[in-house]
């Protein structure tokens, strides 16, 4: 399987979905710093994909996957506090702290591949 873009790769394109929905249920929130802290590494998720599979190499990619993993597991540890403080309802904490081991394990699974098989960038 051969990725010409990274806006084929299901991990980023989930991950966005994860940050659209981490800025809506945030959206009124009125503790900017936690708010400012979660939107940005629910960004990161996607942006880091994005930045490793632009640079061209394998061992970049790998390098920002890991760093998009990290990103993911920030998030995923946020949204505990955010529920905890009752910035958003139990469902909405389920909901995407599943998304965001789908997201994990994506990640993962790519980095095995890259890992196993040499994958090469386009």
């Known amino acids: 399987m051969k990725i010409n873009h990274f806006e084929e790769i299901e991990a980023w394109k989930k991950s966005q979905i994860v940050a659209i ?23 990161s998720i996607s942006n880091n994909i994005a930045e490793g599979f632009e640079r061209g190499s394998d061992a970049d990619f790998r390098r920002f996957l890991f760093i998009s993993l990290g990103s993911c597991s920030e998030v995923k540890s946020m949204i505990y506090i955010a529920y905890q403080l009752n910035y958003m309802t139990y469902e909405d904490s389920i909901k995407l702290r599943e998304d965001l081991i789908e997201i994990s394990r994506m990640i993962k699974g790519f980095i095995r591949i890259l890992d196993k098989s040499g994958y090469r960038l386009n």
């Open 21 to 43: 929905k981490i800025y809506k249920i945030l959206k009124e929130n009125v503790d900017f710093g936690f708010k400012n802290q979660v939107q940005r590494a629910s960004v």
